[in-house]
């Protein structure tokens, strides 16, 4: 027996046994003959748990005014789904199937989260507890979810004629009206707001004669109590609904259903359709005029910077362009100035808010002082890799010597090659010797001319790679004195940077972690005050109580 069978019984008359129980309701207008229809739904459900007193009304979720042919804009539903997924419930009752969706994909989700979970749901409309583990029943529901999905369709295409007609006719619906305006629901027509029309021509005339900007127009508005942003006073300049010139068909939507959004395209002007309506002018055609020539004359056309300039940081220019990043979110620290007069670089990292990292920006300058110790500090430990090299070197020359004895034998080979050679020689130049004689020689002859070339050509290649006790000394000197320029420099440049450092990471406890190009990581260790890296300047100060620790064990990075 299904457990719809089982809760069939248990929802018969004089049966005890508990029902736990959800009601949904929804409708997918917001008019006012449906508004009373999620009531009704409701009081139909409560009247069914009335009559049986055995089912326990856990809540009541309705979805008012919205469309069910998606899940994302329904939060009744979903609040449902997470009371179904987490505490569970046995019955949900609605007025009919529709109610629940009216997408097949949405549909079929519902019926597996049920079925999972065993619930299940009970419709007003015929008193039906389905089953959705049922092969018959669930061939019926898949053709009631087609049908719901297609509705939907229809419904859109509708309103695609609807539309089609009101551009044809030119009608104003709510959405063409506007701050100034006024939307009459129970005749379908647009008046003018005398109260707001008079702020939309005080806007216009302070604009136009009193050499008003939209920030300023907005603040002397909202002194008086009237809140208007700024960028609905640009708007308001801009629209030519106020000289009664109004513009629909301006966008197009792209149906969605299930888990995708509708999507609404703009269209080209071309295919705007204008709407003349003299009677809904609020302001003078020759004040808009000279507010818009006004408009025109104080946008102000900035020369483009080149690419290279816009982009410096990621140019290379900076020192550390790319190189510095917070450890917890990831995101870079750009480089700036912290002065007007640009002399102070510092790097700073944006979009941060979100971020527990407290540490925002650092000094260049600090910044530098901190790599330049901690590159000295890292070259005056290489010693011990000179004294490695030194006996790698060693080893590789007393390797290449090996091949003295090997030479020798090539040698000899050579040598017993060419007395053959000489033999088949004497004994062709004597005669006496037949034709086939001859040939076979003059092919011995050959054979052992071309094993003669090949080990001259072996011998040559050995003798080559054989090194001289010198190459040791002279590459262990120019190391040392490569060393020696490295350790002794005075300023950090881009390419030392380029060369040695990999990544700079400023983790949230003050400390400054670098790792080199080798994958040698060095810790610049702060105070816990963060002032350092904030870009104060008593952090300059604390630039020389850095202290420096390193692995034990590490690899140098390349010489350049």
Not at 2 to 24: C, H, M, N, P, W
Not at 216 to 236: A, D, F, M, Y
Not at 306 to 311: A, G, L, N, R, V
Not at 446 to 471: F, G, H, V, W
Request: charged content about 30%.
């Amino acid at each position: 027996m299904s457990y719809a069978e089982e809760l069939k019984q248990k929802l018969q008359i004089g049966s005890t046994d508990i029902v736990r129980a959800v009601i949904y309701a929804r409708v997918s207008t917001d008019n006012e003959g449906q508004k009373e229809s999620c009531s009704n739904q409701v009081a139909l459900a409560k009247a069914y748990i009335a009559d049986h007193p055995n089912i326990r009304l856990i809540t009541t979720y309705i979805d008012d005014g919205i469309s069910g042919k998606n899940d994302f804009t329904r939060p009744q539903y979903n609040a449902m789904l997470h009371q179904l997924s987490n505490d569970g419930f046995d019955l949900i009752i609605t007025k009919s199937l529709s109610r629940l969706n009216r997408d097949e994909l949405n549909s079929l989700m519902l019926n597996n989260l049920l079925v999972d979970h065993c619930a299940t749901v009970l419709t007003l409309d015929d008193n039906q507890i389905h089953d959705f583990e049922d092969l018959n029943s669930g061939l019926l529901h898949s053709i009631k979810y087609a049908m719901d999905a297609q509705f939907v369709k229809q419904q859109s295409l509708n309103g695609r004629k609807v539309h089609e007609l009101r551009c044809a006719q030119k009608i104003l619906s709510a959405k063409d009206c506007s701050y100034g305006y006024d939307w009459h629901r129970d005749d379908k027509t647009i008046t003018v707001n005398a109260e707001q029309a008079a702020i939309v021509r005080r806007i216009f005339e302070d604009y136009v004669y009193r050499n008003g900007t939209p920030a300023s127009i907005q603040r002397t508005l909202k002194e008086e109590g009237i809140n208007i942003c700024g960028r609905t006073v640009s708007n308001i300049i801009g629209d030519e609904r106020y000289i009664g010139r109004f513009y629909i068909n301006k966008r197009t939507t792209k149906l969605g259903t299930g888990h995708t959004k509708s999507k609404r395209i703009k269209l080209p002007m071309g295919q705007w359709v204008l709407c003349e309506r003299p009677d809904l002018q609020i302001v003078d055609t020759d004040l808009f005029v000279m507010a818009q020539r006004i408009h025109q004359t104080r946008i102000t056309i900035y020369e483009k910077p080149d690419k290279k300039t816009t982009q410096a940081r990621f140019q290379g220019i900076h020192k550390y362009a790319g190189k510095i990043f917070c450890p917890v979110c990831g995101k870079p620290y750009q480089f700036g100035f912290a002065d007007r007069k640009k002399t102070v670089p510092i790097y700073r990292i944006k979009s941060h808010s979100d971020c527990p990292n407290p540490i925002r920006s650092i000094y260049e300058h600090d910044l530098e002082e901190i790599t330049k110790k901690a590159l000295k500090q890292t070259i005056d430990q290489q010693e011990e890799v000179c004294i490695s090299l030194e006996q790698i070197l060693t080893e590789i020359v007393n390797t290449a010597q090996y091949n003295g004895e090997e030479l020798n034998k090539l040698k000899k080979q050579r040598e017993a090659k060419e007395k053959q050679l000489d033999n088949l020689i004497d004994q062709l130049s004597e005669g006496g010797l037949t034709e086939a004689a001859k040939n076979r020689i003059k092919t011995r002859i050959n054979n052992i001319t071309a094993d003669t070339d090949r080990l001259a050509e072996t011998i040559s290649n050995q003798e080559n790679k054989k090194l001289d006790d010198s190459y040791v000394k002279a590459k262990l000197s120019s190391i040392r004195d490569a060393i020696a320029d490295l350790r002794n420099f005075t300023s950090i440049d881009r390419g030392r940077i380029l060369n040695y450092i990999d990544r700079i990471d400023m983790p949230p406890n003050g400390d400054i972690d670098i790792l080199l190009k080798s994958g040698q990581v060095i810790v610049a260790k702060q105070h816990s005050d963060s002032d350092f890296f904030n870009g104060s300047s008593a952090g300059k100060k604390r630039t020389q109580d850095a202290r420096y620790s390193s692995p034990a064990a590490y690899r140098w990075p390349l010489l350049p």
